[in-house]
């Protein structure tokens, strides 16, 4: 089982920058891929693997950038130039596979609320 923890959510204008954060805890899990998603549909925002390797989805390339620390178990999500069209509900997903482009993802997190306003 594996348990995360989003953080970093919040209100910003239009043009403006905020960064989420996830903790994995729980599992052998942790070392597997881990990303973000938005939505109750669960889109993938952006995915990355213990090696660093990332997938994002190709209208926020440029904008957003995923982060990972073995370390400390977490990840990061730095974005950049918000437009309204990003407020959504985020989560930290967390695949039972190491590789990220199999999409299994089984474990999610709560979520954290971001909202841009215009």
């Not at 939505?39 to 950038?65: C, P, W």
């Not at 370390?71 to 509900?89: V, Y």
Request: glycine share 12%; charged share 20%; hydrophobic share 30%.
């Amino acid at each position: 089982q594996v348990q995360l923890a989003e953080s970093g959510g919040g209100s910003v204008q239009a043009g403006g920058s905020l960064r989420l954060s996830c903790v994995a805890s729980g599992s052998a899990y942790m070392k597997n891929c881990l990303g973000w998603f938005r939505h109750s549909t669960k889109e993938r925002v952006a995915t990355i693997d213990r090696n660093g390797m990332t997938i994002y989805d190709d209208s926020l390339k440029g904008q957003f950038t995923v982060t990972r620390d073995n370390a400390k178990n977490t990840i990061g999500l730095q974005m950049n130039s918000l437009k309204p069209e990003d407020t959504a509900m985020y989560y930290c997903g967390a695949s039972i596979d190491e590789y990220c482009y199999t999409n299994d993802f089984h474990y999610w997190g709560q979520g954290t609320q971001v909202t841009v306003s215009s």
